[in-house]
Nanobody
Framework: QVQLVESGGGLVQAGGSLRLSCAAS????????MGWYRQAPGKQRELVAS???????NYVEFVKGRSTISRDNAKNTVFLQMNSLTPEDTAVYYC??????????????WGQGTQVTVSS
């Protein structure tokens, strides 16, 4: 059994910053890519940023230059530092991990989500 637990969401004023964390626990053999997605009311879930085990990052256009994704492989944790937040960033943010639970078994796991609300 694998669990991903996000934290760090909350209410912030426009222009502010938040740092999201996601810790994976359970029967983990290793973790490949980890990423952050978000889903605003009435919209589809979308990728925000991702990072490989080796630290190669990918950002979607709307967060480039104002967000940083990082990870601590020893702690099975991924972070998302978000700066210069706008009301358009309001959404539930989800952590996703591509996780090997043995040498032969891999699955995609999601966290339960953390709410980020940006007030104008």
């Amino acid at each position: 059994q694998v669990q991903l637990v996000e934290s760090g969401g909350g209410l912030v004023q426009a222009g502010g910053s938040l740092r999201l964390s996601c810790a994976a626990s359970g029967s983990i053999f290793s973790i490949n890519d980890m990423g952050w997605y978000r889903q605003a009311p009435g919209k589809q879930r979308e990728l925000v940023a991702s990072i490989t085990r080796g630290g190669i990052t990918n950002y979607v256009e709307f967060v480039k230059g104002r967000s940083t994704i990082s990870r601590d492989n020893a702690k099975n944790t991924v972070f998302l530092q978000m700066n210069s937040l706008t009301p358009e960033d309001t959404a539930v943010y989800y952590c996703r991990g591509e996780i090997w639970t043995s040498k032969w078994t891999k699955g995609i796991y999601w966290g339960q989500g953390t709410q980020v609300t940006v007030s104008s």
